[in-house]
């Protein structure tokens, strides 16, 4: 399995760092893409969880008042709707850098300069709940000086100069979404976690009962890092490696390796997490 994925990961590395233009800016369209709809599925996942975890603790839970099922009930409300709209602002960078790999090819009508610009200028209006901060913002400006004068095609040079900032702010954002989304699973799967060891493993032991293979499964799971959590952390590991790939695109400099490698840890992440919901 080990060899299969380093197969893979060389395959998708020297796809992105062909010598020719062309094949150079479509492993930036098509990482772009890719990155845009893995970060999608990641953050609808980690929502799927989150509810499964506090339908678990409502379900367990000794207090059952009208409070305590608007407690649940409400915030989820709110996240499903940013989850929503999170969702189709990734899909406005998915289709931002296929733009940006027509106009790589030599399509330089006014249609794909204007719908590259529209979708640049869509990314500057972040979702209200993800606004970076205007330190952080600061942290990703002048990044226009960091293109490599006379190395892209002229149309794509002006669009890089001009979107520098706009990208790796939007990319910012999918960080942010992530350390929203780890900060309120966390908080959840705790509450779940902590009830199920009282109940199921706790209980049990201290009763001096006969322990079956769901108690030894039950505390195995207690004691193992969440995989939601596992898979969060790929997931911004994998955002990170994205910076630098948008920075190595401004400079001319086309290895996606990282960021490749980064995306094929998050998708096996999914494909496991996606597998154990389906067993459970």
Same mark, same amino acid.
Do not use: N, W
């Given at each position: 399995m080990l060899r299969i994925l380093a197969s893979i990961v060389v395959l998708l590395a020297s796809a992105g760092c062909s010598t020719v233009v062309v094949n150079r800016y479509q492993g930036v369209a098509e990482t772009g893409k890719v990155f845009a709809q893995t970060m999608g599925k990641v953050n609808e996942l980690a929502l799927d969880r989150s509810i499964d975890f506090a339908a678990n603790f409502l379900s367990a839970s000794v /207090?059952?008042?009208?409070?305590?099922?608007? /407690?649940?009930?409400?915030?989820?409300?709110?996240?499903?709707?940013?989850?929503?709209?999170?969702?189709?602002?990734?899909?406005? %960078?998915?289709?931002?850098?296929?733009?940006?790999? /027509?106009?790589?090819?030599?399509?330089?009508?006014?249609? !794909?300069?204007?719908?590259?610009? !529209?979708?640049?200028?869509?990314?500057?209006?972040?979702?209200?709940?993800?606004?970076? /901060?205007?330190?952080?913002?600061?942290? %990703? !400006?002048?990044?226009?000086?960091?293109?490599?004068?006379?190395?892209?095609?002229?149309?794509?040079?002006?669009?890089?100069?001009?979107?520098?900032?706009t990208i790796a702010q939007a990319i910012a954002i999918s960080e942010k979404m992530l350390e929203e989304q780890k900060r309120w699973i966390t908080f959840r799967e705790r509450a779940t976690r902590e009830l199920n060891y009282a109940q199921k493993v706790k209980a049990p032991f201290i009763s001096g009962q006969t322990l079956s293979e769901d108690w030894k499964k039950e505390w195995t799971t207690y004691v193992r890092t969440p995989p939601t959590t596992l898979l969060l952390e790929e997931a911004e590991a994998a955002t990170a490696n994205m910076q630098k790939a948008w920075r190595g695109v401004l400079r001319a400099d086309y290895s996606f390796a990282e960021i490749q490698a980064s995306l094929l840890n998050v998708k096996a992440g999914i494909d496991a997490l996606s597998a154990l919901k389906e067993f459970k």
């Open positions: /207090s059952r008042t009208e409070t305590d099922l608007a /407690s649940q009930t409400t915030p989820f409300q709110a996240r499903s709707k940013l989850i929503g709209e999170y969702k189709t602002y990734l899909q406005g %960078l998915a289709d931002y850098f296929g733009e940006l790999e /027509s106009l790589s090819k030599g399509d330089q009508s006014d249609g !794909t300069a204007t719908a590259l610009g !529209t979708f640049a200028d869509a990314l500057k209006a972040e979702p209200i709940a993800l606004k970076l /901060s205007d330190e952080r913002k600061k942290a %990703l !400006t002048g990044l226009a000086g960091l293109v490599a004068k006379q190395f892209h095609a002229a149309a794509v040079e002006k669009a890089l100069i001009r979107d520098a900032d």
